[in-house]
């Protein structure tokens, strides 16, 4: 059994914003505040008492914030946009609708927004590897106007990003390249991921020009896998190719074992992802 009281958030003020200035306004000037979203990710944390904010400022009804755009190769996402609007994107960018579908249930894919997920930065959470994998940029917007975040340098650790005070994600910025995929393992479907990888190929005549990896559940961040992309440009796509591919990638992770998977089986898990989203990306 929870202890008592355990599933009852602790008192805090809410205040719903009515634009977007009005939101980073009220963020400044407290530092305990949150800024609450579609709250799939920071409800949860209130319930159990994971999170104490003294102020949450819901964002959720500023409309600007809610768009998916696409200009010449790049799609440009806005932090309200949700799990399920991106689910439904038709697209260049496979990578995306695949993730999407395999986040929570419904419910969480309809209220969740891709803001709200990345602001959370869990560990093993889904958007932060196709972010990265699509050369990502977080832009941000706060007390000193908007700021570029490139999504390498966004995610600093567990749950924690390079947002500073009073700032708040606008929009995300994904370069689409021709072929993208996401593949996750997890314990049973649309659980958090034991691996999960993004690929984002270049290829021609049979041949990897390019290509970015990123992975999630592997570790205490989201990282790129680059050691594997270094075995895959400007090789001949072959599954010994892929299988090196996935040696270097799992020699170049430090998982951390918890309730769902061991280190060694997640080690084991990425090697695998990696060959399935290859794959799924090249059309094999």
Same mark, same amino acid.
């Given at each position: ?28 000037? &407290? +530092?305990? $505040?949150?800024?609450? /979203?579609?709250?799939?990710? *920071? ?5 159990? %008492?994971?999170? =104490? ?68 930065? &869990? +560990?093993? $959470?889904?958007?932060? /590897?196709?972010?990265?994998? *699509? ?5 941000? %917007?706060?007390? =000193? ?87 895959? %440009? ?51």
């Amino acid at each position: 059994m929870w202890p008592h009281g355990s599933m009852i958030p602790p008192p805090f003020e809410y205040y719903r914003a009515s634009s977007l200035e009005d939101a980073i306004e009220a963020l400044s000037r &407290d +530092p305990n $505040a949150k800024a609450l /979203a579609g709250g799939q990710s *920071l409800i949860p944390l209130l319930k159990l %008492r994971l999170a =104490s904010p003294s102020k949450l400022v819901d964002i959720g009804r500023l409309k600007e914030l809610k768009y998916i755009r696409l200009s010449g190769g790049e799609l440009a996402v806005g932090a309200l946009a949700t799990h399920r609007e991106l689910e439904e994107w038709r697209g260049p960018c496979g990578a995306i609708p695949e993730a999407a579908r395999q986040i929570g249930d419904p419910q969480i894919r309809s209220m969740g927004t891709i803001g709200g997920s990345l602001a959370h930065a &869990d +560990p093993a $959470a889904d958007w932060p /590897a196709v972010v990265l994998a *699509l050369d990502g940029v977080i832009v941000a %917007r706060g007390p =000193s106007g908007p700021r570029e975040i490139p999504a390498e340098e966004f995610f600093q650790g567990p749950y924690a990003t390079a947002l500073q005070q009073g700032e708040v994600i606008v929009e995300v910025r994904m370069r689409c390249p021709p072929s993208s995929s996401y593949v996750k393992i997890a314990r049973r479907h649309n659980d958090f991921a034991i691996a999960g990888v993004a690929a984002a190929v270049w290829a021609k005549d049979g041949v990897v020009e390019d290509v970015r990896l990123a992975a999630t559940g592997v570790g205490l961040r989201p990282l790129r896998l680059k050691r594997a992309e270094e075995v895959l %440009r400007g090789r001949r796509i072959s599954e010994d190719l892929l299988l090196k591919a996935a040696e270097a990638a799992a020699g170049e992770v430090e998982p951390v074992g918890d309730v769902r998977a061991s280190a060694e089986y997640r080690r084991a898990m990425l090697g695998v992802a990696v060959k399935r989203s290859l794959r799924r990306a090249l059309g094999l």
